[in-house]
């Protein structure tokens, strides 16, 4: 069935130096692929997101990127803030579909 | 924009007590998800619906979860009995259609005695 895989669960870097969370997704035809925030004890909220038809999407600090063919986009956070720690979910769902597919979050540490 | 509307934001209840959350999507949105989370499972989702109609309830752990959505505007979750174990972060999302962001209500902290 529709899967996301997300690496890695939990990561820890010092602050100033960037992150990148990695995550694959296995139905080819997914075409939406959403990235979430979630600070202790509140909401995911949307912080960046990309289309199929684009490889690459950048707001400030953070990017994404998509590989279609190899089934892949990832998520990298530039000089990285306290503020920054929280818990990321990358997603793909697909127009005409009706959920998304979440992956199992990663565990970002910013070290001060 | 109100953003999706959840209440109550924590419950407190004993075991065998009949527990309901409730939901009001964005306004317009077409699709609604209940998401259950816990730091041993994650983010589950459990039942979703698609202009009212639920589409997938397989995430639904057992009979004692039900879910309903009446109309466009809420929807509610119940769990009949309750058992310590559904202690959790029960969140309801809604979206316009696939291929869009979910939103997320700020969830209900549940915890059964």
């Known amino acids: 069935g529709e899967n996301v895989e997300q690496h890695p669960s939990t990561l820890s870097v010092q602050e100033g130096d960037s992150a990148v969370i990695k995550c694959t997704y296995s139905?080819?035809?997914?075409?939406?692929f959403p990235w979430y925030k979630q600070e202790l004890g509140k909401r995911p909220q949307l912080i960046i997101d990309?289309?199929?038809?684009?490889g690459e999407k950048k707001d400030q600090r953070i990017a994404v990127t998509l590989n279609k063919t190899a089934k892949h986009f990832s998520l990298h956070i530039t000089e990285t803030q306290p503020e920054d720690s929280a818990v990321y979910f990358c997603?793909?769902?697909?127009?005409?579909?009706?959920?998304?597919?979440f992956g199992a979050g990663t565990r970002l540490f910013v070290k001060a | 924009d109100a953003g999706v509307i959840q209440s109550p934001r924590h419950e407190v209840t004993e075991m065998g007590q009949e527990v309901t959350l409730r939901c009001k999507p964005i306004?317009?949105?077409?699709?609604l998800f209940w998401y259950r989370q816990t730091m041993m499972r994650g983010l589950e989702l459990l039942i979703y619906?698609?202009?009212?109609?639920?589409?997938?309830d397989s995430g639904m752990p057992e009979d004692r979860f039900s879910a309903k959505m009446p109309n466009a505007s809420f929807s509610t979750l119940k769990i009949q009995p309750s058992e310590p174990r559904d202690s959790a972060v029960y969140f309801c999302a809604s979206t316009r259609t696939g291929g869009q962001p979910q939103h997320f209500g700020d969830g209900t902290r549940l915890s059964i005695l």
């Open positions: 306004s317009g949105h077409n699709s």
């Open positions: 619906f698609n202009n009212n109609v639920p589409i997938d």
């Open positions: 997603a793909a769902s697909k127009t005409g579909g009706f959920k998304t597919i």
């Open positions: 139905d080819s035809a997914s075409n939406y």
């Open positions: 990309i289309r199929s038809n684009v």
